[in-house]
C-alpha cells in the first residue's frame, strides 16, 4: 500500500496513510468526513430517532400522558417496562425481608448470603414477570378500548383494568378471576386519576 492515497472520486486531497497509526488519528485527520462513508444513510444529521416532534404525537381526546407519547407502541413499551421494573424491584425488596428473616441461627457468612440470594432472586423475577405480562395485557386492552371509543378517560382505563384481571386469573376459576378484576381496576382507576391530576 503506497504511502499517500490517490485523489478520491469527489476530487479531495490525498490523505497521508504513514500518519494513520491509531483509530484516533484516523478520526482526526481533516479530510476524515463521516457523511462520506455512506452518504444515505445520514450520519451527519445526528440521533433523529429520539426527536418528538408535536406533529407526531398522539392527538387522540385525552391521550396525554406524563411523558410525551406518540401512540398505543410508546404507551406499550414504556408502561410494560416502568411496570416490569417496578415488580422486579419490589419483587425483590419484598424476597431481601423474607431473607433476612430466613437466615439459621449460627450460620457462616456465605451461607447467610445465600439464603438472601436464592429469596431476591426468587420474588423479584417472578413479581416483575408477573406485573410485566398484567401491564402488556392492560396496555393493549386499553389502547382497543380508546381506539374503538375514539378518546382516552378513567371509565376506559377502569373497564381495561378489569378486563386484565379477569383473564390473567381466569385459569384459577371466576372467583380470583373476579378478585384479580377488581384489583387492577382499581389500581388503573387510581392510576389514571393521579395522572390526570398531576396533568391538570
Request: charged share 15%; with cysteine.
Amino acid at each position: 500500500m503506497s504511502a499517500v492515497l490517490n485523489e478520491n472520486a469527489t476530487g479531495d486531497s490525498p490523505i497521508d496513510t504513514s500518519k494513520l497509526t491509531s483509530i484516533t488519528s484516523i478520526l482526526t485527520t481533516p479530510g476524515f468526513d463521516t457523511s462520506r462513508l455512506h452518504p444515505l444513510a445520514g450520519l451527519e444529521k445526528g440521533v433523529e430517532y429520539m426527536d418528538l416532534e408535536d406533529e407526531q404525537l398522539s392527538t387522540m381526546e385525552g391521550s396525554q400522558g406524563l411523558i410525551p407519547s406518540r401512540g398505543w407502541s410508546d404507551d406499550l413499551c414504556y408502561g410494560t417496562g416502568a411496570v416490569y421494573l417496578a415488580g422486579l424491584g419490589l419483587g425483590g425488596l419484598s424476597g431481601l425481608s423474607q431473607g433476612l428473616k430466613a437466615i439459621p441461627q449460627g450460620a457462616s457468612g456465605r451461607l447467610q448470603l445465600n439464603t438472601i440470594l436464592n429469596h431476591v432472586t426468587k420474588r423479584g423475577p417472578f413479581m416483575g414477570n408477573s406485573a410485566g405480562i398484567l401491564a402488556l395485557g392492560y396496555n393493549v386492552m386499553n389502547s382497543s378500548i380508546d381506539a374503538f371509543r375514539g378518546k382516552h378517560d378513567v371509565a376506559g382505563s377502569v373497564v381495561a383494568g378489569a378486563l386484565t384481571g379477569a383473564v390473567f386469573k381466569s385459569s384459577k376459576g371466576a372467583k380470583p378471576a373476579a378478585y384479580a378484576a377488581a384489583m387492577v381496576a382499581t389500581a388503573a382507576g387510581l392510576w389514571s386519576g393521579l395522572k390526570d391530576r398531576i396533568l391538570e
